[in-house]
Structure formats: C-alpha cells, structure tokens
C-alpha cells in the first residue's frame, strides 16, 4: 500500500468517525446526504455545544489534541477540512 | 491537505485580486485578468445585472434620504460615496477594489469629520495597527495596545482634552474596541498572512463612520468571505439587506412614535402588555442599523452573513441567543466559551459547560459598558444590567444543560405533525413573551420603576386577563398555520432557496418595495391618504422624540437621569447623548441654586455669577435671573411679574438674550422714554418699563403659585406675564414627586386635598408616584391657574398668560395639550397671549439651543420676544400700545392710548 493510499484511508477514517458521531444529532438521512464539503458549522449542522463533543469525540478516537482557537470554521467546517486537520495532528504530534 | 492549499491559494488569488468563488474556482469561471471594461462587466456581473444593481441601490438610497433615515448619525453625508464608490467599485480590475475600499472609507471619514479630524482618526487607527506588527514578542505588543488604550480611555472619560478627542474618539472606539481584540488572537494564530489592504479594510469599514453602534465582525470571517460567492449574487444580497435595514427602521419609527407609551400612561394590564411588547420591538433599531451596514459591505464583495435572524421567533433561550446579535454570540464564544470551556473540561463537561457560559454572560455585561464608555464616555454598572445579564446567563445556562443533556438521543425523522406545531408555536409565542418581560426590564431605569409599572396590571379584572389569555392563543394558533403552510412548500422569502439565491426575485421585490416607500414619501400621495394616513407617514419622515423620550429629556435635565442612561433603541436618544459636553448639567446640579422653604425645592441663590450651559448666568440681589430692580417700583414705571420656567429664566443664553430682555428693551426703545425713530411714541405716561424675571428653571404651576404670594407681590407688579408651554404636566409631575419623596410641607389645602387623593406616599418609588399622580395633573395645573389669577386680580394686577410653544411643536403636532392650557387659563381669569406661529419659517436647528437641548437659542428667544411684542400691541395689553392699523406692520403707526 502507497503513502498516499494510506492517507486517503485514514482521511476516510476520520470522515466516517465525523458521520457516525452526526447521526447523534441530525437524522441518517441527512448524514447521507452529507457530501465531503458540505457546511457544517456554516450550514448550521453544528453548533457551540456540539462542537465541543465533536472535538471530544476526536481527541478520544485519534489521540490528537485541538485548542480552543481552532475550534473555527477554517479547520471544521467540512468533512474534509476536519480530516485535513486531523491528520496534520496524527502526521505532526506536537 | 490539498483542501488547506486550495484554500491558501484562494487566500493568495484574493491578496493578487483575483477574487475566487467559494469552490475555489474563479468566479464566473474566468480565470484570465480583464480586458478592458466590457470584458470585465460580461466576466464579473454583466451589463444588465450592474444596472439593475444600481437601479435598486439608487431607489433605496433615495428612500433613505427621503425618510431621513440615520439623518442624525450622519448617513445621509455618505449615500453619495456609498453609490459611486459601488459603481466604481464594481468596474473596478479586482486587484484594486480593496485599496479603493480603505480609500472610499477614508473619504467618508473626511466627509463626515473634516480634513484634521479624519487625519488624527487614521492616524490614531494605523498606529494601532501598527503596534499589533512590531517585532517585538507578542505579549509586549498586547501590553503596547492595552497601554495606548489606556492613554485614549483617559481621553475619553474626560481626564484631558484635545480639539479632536471628543470627536473622533467614539468613531475610534467603535472601530477598535472589539475589533482590535478578535485582530490580536487570530494574527497569534494566523496561518496564511493577509495584505496589508485586507488588515485596513478591516479596520476601516465604510460604514462605521456613521454607524458607531456596529457588528464585531470577525477577521477570519471577514477575509474568508470576501467575494465567495458570485459577486452579483453578493451585491443582491446587499442591497436587499440594506432595504431591509430600512423597513426595520420605519417599523422602529412607527412603533417609537405611536406604540411606546410613557410610564405614566401605563394604568393596567392592556398597557403594561404595549409597554412590555414594545420595548421588545424597538430592538428593531438595533436589527435595521445591522442589516444596513452589512448591506453596504456586501456592495464591496464582504459576503458576510446576517447578524440577526428572525429573532422575534426563537424557540428558546439558546435559540434567541443564537438568532439576536449573531456575531456577537460568536465572538462571545471564540475568546470567551471555548477558551474557557476547553480548560475547565477536566473538571467534566457539566461544570466546564456551566463556567463558560458564566464567563460569556458577565463578559457580556461589562464590554457593554465597555462598549458605552467608548461610545458614550459613561461606564455604566447598574443593578438593572447586572440583573439582566445575570439572570438571561442563567436561563441560558439552564437552557444549554439541558440541551447537552439530550444530546445522546439519536435523532428522530423530522415529520410534520400538528403536535409538534402546537407545541413549537407554543414555544415561540412563551419565549417572545419573556423576551419582552426581560427587555422591558433591561430598558427601564431602575428596578422599582420597573416593577410599578408592571404592577398596574393588578388593576384590571379578569376579563383582560381572559382577553389576554384568549389573544396569545390566537397567535399560537397563527404559528400553527404558518407552520402548515411552510409545509406545504408555502414561501414568503424574497432572496431564493438558501444555496441557490435568486437575482430577479430580490432585485424585483426591492425595485417594487423601494418604489411604493418613495412614492409614499411624495406629498402628492400623501394626500391621497386622507388626514391620518398622511399625518402618519409624514411623521415617519422625521427624526424626533416620541414623548416618552422627551420626558426623560425633560426630566433629565432637572434629575440627572442623562448620565448612564444607556438606550441603543432611540435613534436620537443615542444622537443627543453622544453630543451633550459634559458640563452640560440641570440647573439644580449647579452651583446656582440652594434649597428653598415650602414647595420651592430649590432657588436661585441672590448674586450669583457663574457659567449655565456654558453661557454666562447671573443673577440679582433678590435672586432673579434678571438685572438689578429696587424692591420698590421708582415713580413713572410700568412693572411687569415674568413668571415661568427655564426657557423664561434663558437657560443656556446669556442674561440679555432672554426674551424677558430683549422684550423689555425693546418696550423701552419704542414705548417709552426719549421718542424713537422707528416708532416715535405719543405718550408719556410711563418713562419705563421693567419685566421682572421670576422664573427658574423647571418651576411648576406649583411653584409659580406659591411665588405669587411669597415673592411677587412685594414688588408691586402692574401686570403678571404667567408663561406655560407643552411641558407643564412633565414639569409639574417631576416637582410633585420631589415634593411627596421628600416631605415637603404644602400649606394649600386645596393642593393637598387634590394630591391625597391620588393616594402617594414618600415611600413610593418616583414612577409610582407619578403615574398615580397624573390624572390629577389638570385639577393641579388648573389649582395653579387660579391661584396666579385669583392672587392678580385681588391685588389689581392683570394676570396675563403666554402661551410659549415648545420646539417638538414646529410642524404640527397633537394641539389638544395647547387648547386645554388655554381654556384652563380663560376659566381663571387670564388674558390668553397665543405665541403660536412665533417660529414660523425656521426651522427646529436654528432655534434650540443645542442639538442635545431643547430649550431656545438666541434665535429662539428673539422670536419669542418679537412674537410677545406684536401680540401684545394687537391686543392693547400695554398701556400705550395701540392696535396697529396695519396688521403686516403692527409697529408702523407707533402706540397711543
């Protein structure tokens, strides 16, 4: 398996993790129809208390760690912005 | 990672100009720099789209200018800046928009304040910037900033003063406080470093010129938002919310003028439920100047999103929170929640939920004080605020536990029923319920205040309460329908289906809205409307107090209710207050008075020389604002009682530039003494003539009686001017007050009789006592009337009344208050002198005092006085004034009796 094969599972990973942690909030339909880059903070799918265990959530899961600051619709405003940001944690643990 | 370069590349296109749609494609799908302008228009919004664009701005532009909207803040300066800079703007290669931005922003600075004052403004705000960019360790540059801000805070309380301090600093402040603060935690974080036209354009926002009360806008929204969209959907979306903004702020109008009552209007439940409503709905002014502002970024391609949403209709407290100030919310939560929250988790998520949202909460209280410091100059800390914010933290708190708590569930399918409409709806009308309960609170001045006027509705009986009860069914059951028709795919939205805006739709509505509002504003509809109809929509064309503003102005000037007095809701209120010096107090503030015996509160102490309203105020030996009288009348004298309130005593004039003055020089120059060339006299019966001012300031029918008999009639008074305006009852029922709170003996049994009966007592807050007070207030004014006359006429004094009309009565107000005084003062026995008409052909600014003030200028008085003169030549007052022969020319045939 490539690094890059490898890197796009794990993204996969994280979006999966992302889905199944929103069907605790919204209905598995709409969790469906959620593309990749569809808004989520934006579109009003999370919010200040949900994101909170969303980044939880995370934190548990990878073993990563996210401050406050980026708590931000730059880094969680889409299944693939929360898997870039992520990975750049698993990749560079600082 | 290759989303994050996207995004960095999308940040770079916008620092090279090349502004990017939010998929990272260029918008409109052209890639290549424009060739020349047809290319541009046909690649960024297309000839007939710019057309229409500016066809609706127009219009809306021209509504704004003939509803006068945001006259007072200085908007109506800027239209001409805010249309051309679009339509230049628009044409504009996109490299250079930003930098036109910042440039059409400081234009508007200069507009607005002038060349030295917009260069001290942007020189101060670059300086700030600056410190933000030293290379210098980041703490060092945050304790740079707080140090400058400490030094300007200074300024601002007031501790020293430049020629442009209290100018600018507000529009500073506005610019800064809160931006400054968003500015220094993202730039910490900031992963793609912006242009330096990004960071100005941030900080000099077009708008903010006139708008101190504005939205903190992000910075990492504010950059991330910049044309990511297509641009004519952008500028829709900008005009629509600019119109918006406008329909908010008529509605304000309308409800500020017709539907606020005063407190002391407030008799039972049916008023207290208006009282409560309405100080909910005048947030609208808070709603509109938000919607204009953002409407007018968009017009420069900043797509920022709406900072209020249907916020009458939140289902909840977090909801409300989330729909009412939006950004506001959301800088709450970026430097106060989750910093909080993410250190306090340790403890567990319950507690850490519980701390973060306390800390937003009473964050939320001071930097609103903050925010009126730098706004205002006052740091206001009351127990009204406290208690609001403290007890809106807690529900909201309560609100978020228990959302938190059901979290876990999974999600259910959303479906239509009626259950669920009901008890949505049931929801809505609770929570907008208890948002007005709260914001009638938060809105008045004290707690005691509050809580007696609410207390009124005790009074009513169980059918208002079943009518009350029977209306918020009625509107719950109207929820209920709008719900079904939502459902059944019904919409009202004019701006498309979110994610795929509509650009006729919105230009189509708002070129019909604007225009309908436009040809309303024309005379020639207007008379179409009937009376009332016209009457209506041409007082929504002016800016001006509704009465209970001008009561609190009144009173303010002789409470000290203006200091702290924090009203985002009045849109002059907050015009008045910004402007007022400081040193600008009522005259029982001063120096200039000392208490007095009996119902007199106060005095003006004998020989005083000091400085009222910024005007030099004296007065004689026997504490007149008046020049030097012996007690006794010399021989050959005609000697004339002035009594009244503060615009007779000349508050902010100087002693000759009262109307008592210039009336008596003028009586002296033409009637008597040596023959004048103007109107050469035939009579010498009397060698002078002395007005003597007996008036102070804020003195009541109450007082003026008493002064009848306790001052005026040891100076042998041939006749007794009596001067009454509009603000009599306001006068006499803030005096009443003092009166009752402080026990003061009132040896007229017929005014204790009137008083006891309306059942006060000095433990009673001031608003309870006034509103207990004011049915009685004619028997009272009436009392007084007869007493000035009565005491008159038994001494063989004619008692003369002068009806002096207040400004707010430029333009034709209600006149049932003016003919009631009248007929009060005829059934006493007065002569009546009307001086309505006394200001006829100029206009209000030109005769108040001040912008702040509502009492004559020197214009004002000499209008006054002219007026007085005529009327009392036409009606033979004086002796040897004779009715002139020519009414166009009342002093053409001299004065003969």
Known sequence: ???????????????????????????????????????????????????????????????????????????????????AMVQSKMDNPS | MLNRIKKGAERLGVLDGVPLSGNGEPANGQAEAPQGLRALLARDIGLFRFLVLSAQLALVLAVIYQFRIEETSGLLQITGVIFGGFVVHTWLAPRFRLPFFVLLSMIAIEAV?????????????????????????????????????????????????T??????LPILGSMFMFRLIIYLYDIRHEKTPASLWERLAYFFLLPNVCFPLFPVVDYQLFRRTYYNDDASAIYQKGVLWIFRGVTHLLLYRLIYYYVVPTPSEVQGLGEVLVYIVS??????????????????????????????????????????????????????????????????????????????????????WLLHSY????????????????????????????????????????????????????????????????MSVLWSFWSSHSIGEWASTVATASSSGVGAYALLIAGLTLLVGLGVLIQYAAHRGWSLTVEGEPGSPSFARPALYTLGAASLLLALSMPQTQEQLGARGAGIVASIQEVRLNQRDQDRMTRGYYEGLLDGDNSYTSELWWAVQAQRPRDWKPLYETDAVRSGDGVFDYELIP????????????????????????????????????????????????????????????????????????????????????????????????????????????????????????????????????????????????????IAQSGVTAEMESAEIRRRVAPYAEDIIQWGFNKVAATSLQHGIDPVLLYVPNLDEIGGLDRTWEAKLIQF???????????????????KASIQLAPWDWHLGVQGHQLVADRLYEALRAQDILPHAQAPSDPSNPVSTGATR
């Open chain 2, 279 to 364: 100080s909910y709905l005048l947030y609208l002014r808070v709603s509109g100047l938000f919607h204009m502002i953002i409407g007018i970024l968009c017009l420069f391609g900043f797509n920022l999103p709406e900072t209020h949403h249907l916020y009458f209709f939140a289902s909840g407290f977090n909801d409300v929170w989330r729909r009412l100030n939006i950004y506001w919310k959301d800088f709450m939560v970026k430097i106060f929640y989750y910093p909080v929250l993410m250190r306090a988790r340790r403890w567990g998520m319950t507690p850490a939920r519980v701390l973060a949202t306390a800390v937003v909460f009473l964050a939320t």
């Open chain 2, 825 to 843: 003062a005829e059934t006493a026995g007065f002569t009546v002198l009307n001086l309505e008409g006394a200001y006829d052909g100029h206009d």
């Open chain 2, 113 to 161: 304040f002038g060349a030295m004052n917009a260069l001290w403004l942007i020189g101060l705000g670059l300086g700030l910037i600056g410190l933000c960019h030293l290379p210098i360790a980041f703490r060092a540059r945050v304790t740079l900033v707080v140090a400058v801000g400490a030094g300007l805070a200074a300024m601002q309380a007031g501790w020293f003063v």
């Open chain 2, 607 to 754: 020989s005083y020389d000091g400085i009222q309203k910024q005007a030099p105020f004296r007065t004689n030996a026997w504490g007149m604002r008046d020049q030097a009288y012996d007690r006794e009348k010399p021989p050959g004298a005609f000697r004339i009682a002035l009594l009244g309130a503060s615009i007779e005593m000349g508050a902010g004039v100087e002693g000759h530039e009262t109307y008592e003055a210039l009336l008596e020089a003028r009586l002296n120059e033409e009637l008597a003494g040596a023959p004048s060339v103007q109107a050469p006299r035939t009579d010498t019966s009397y060698q002078r003539y002395e007005i003597l001012n007996f008036a102070v300031g804020a003195y009541s029918v109450i007082q003026n009686g008493a002064m009848m008999d306790e001052k005026v009639l040891s100076f042998d008074p041939d006749l007794v001017f009596y001067a009454v305006g509009s603000t009599e009852t306001q006068r006499l029922l803030m005096q009443i007050t003092n009166l009752v709170r402080q026990e003061r003996p009132i040896r007229y049994p017929a005014l204790q009789a009137i």
């Open chain 2, 163 to 168: 020629s442009w301090s209290g100018i600018i």
């Open chain 2, 371 to 434: 925010q009126w410091f730098w706004l205002q100059g006052a740091f206001p800390l009351t127990a009204v605020d406290g208690l609001y914010w403290g007890l809106l933290g807690a529900l909201v708190i309560a609100n978020t536990l228990y959302v938190a708590s059901q979290l876990k569930k999974p999600a259910e399918e959303p479906a239509w029923t009626w259950r669920g409409a009901w008890i949505h709806a049931l929801k809505v009308v609770g929570m907008f319920v208890v």
């Open chain 1, 1 to 83: 398996m490539t690094m890059k094969s490898t890197s796009t599972a794990q993204a996969e990973a994280i979006k999966e993790t992302v889905r199944d942690f929103l069907t605790e909030f919204i209905t598995p339909k709409e969790v469906q129809g959620l593309s990749d880059t569809a808004p989520l903070i934006t579109g009003g799918v999370l919010d200040s208390i949900t994101l909170v265990e969303l980044v939880a959530a995370l934190e548990d899961r990878y073993g990563v760690t996210i401050h406050s600051h980026e708590m931000s619709v730059e880094y969680f405003d889409s299944l693939n912005d929360i898997a």
